[in-house]
């Protein structure tokens, strides 16, 4: 069974920076693109970063310039670094990744969630 284990959140004031990791575990084949949402009280989950098994990266307008993403394929984790942070940057923040695992010659693909992990920027 694959999951995903995020880790790195807490409380900043705003201005602070915080580096969320989020890593897979299983029997892991390989992993394609790899993403961060976050979802605040009373709103959808929203995409922040990806990045694709490249490396090409892609970031939400609201926190372009100051969150970066970037992956260590040979540990199978995501991070997030997250600089210059907002109020409105307090969510809970998910790991989301297509990962594709190979078991008794058949590869099967799932893109499973990780348990989240709260972001709170506060002063």
């Known amino acids: 069974q694959v999951q995903l284990l995020e880790s790195g959140g807490g409380l900043v004031q705003p201005g602070g920076s915080l580096r969320l990791s989020c890593a897979a575990s299983g029997s892991i084949f390989g992993i394609n693109d790899m993403g961060w949402y976050r979802q605040a009280p009373g709103k959808q989950r929203e995409l922040v970063a990806g990045i694709a098994s490249g490396g090409s990266t892609h970031y939400a307008d609201s926190v372009k310039g100051r969150f970066t993403i970037s992956r260590d394929n040979a540990k199978n984790t995501v991070y997030l670094q997250m600089n210059s942070l907002k109020p409105e940057d307090t969510a809970v923040y998910y790991c989301?990744?297509?990962?594709?695992?190979?078991?008794?010659?058949?590869?099967?693909?799932?893109?499973?969630w990780g348990q989240g992990t709260q972001v709170t920027v506060s002063s």
């Open positions: 989301n990744a297509d990962l594709i695992t190979y078991s008794s010659g058949t590869y099967y693909e799932s893109r499973p």
